[in-house]
């Protein structure tokens, strides 16, 4: 098995941006954002499946030179987009999730409560709230995310009691 490429998430955010990917980033590195204590080594994100914001999704691809784990050709446009599309490049592994699971409409569902996460080096992502990340996690009914699933609760809590405070 070959080495994982170095992890560079700003590398490959700055290509979606670059293109205007209309999209919401979720699972391990969403909840890093959030302040979650965890490692990943990839991005996950929920993009708009519209056929235009679908078209600048593959052209940032391109610009990352990605390619799909299993050798395939990727097609994304929204008659063939499969559930999950595993994809690596030259600066990390990325994940497209249309529809993640516990959502209705995936990007359509998750915007709603998504908010713009400074992240650095003038990136600001669309990130999933905690509740969405959440629901996603517990819907899978995965025993080994257990522990996620609670720190995120103690992270929501942690949100609603600081909050008035911080003026969020």
Known sequence: ???????????ILAALERRRVAYVVIGAFARVVHGAEEMTDGLDLAPSRKN???QRLALALADLGAERVDGKKHALDGETLEPVTALTTPVGEMKIVPEPAGTRQGYDDLRRAATREPIGKGLRPQVA???D???MLASLGRERDEPKLRALRRLSELERSLGPRLGL
């Open 1 to 11: 098995m070959a080495d994982a490429p170095p992890f560079d998430p700003y590398a």
């Open 52 to 54: 235009e914001n679908l």
């Open 129 to 131: 709230s905690i509740g």
């Open 133 to 135: 990340l959440a629901r």
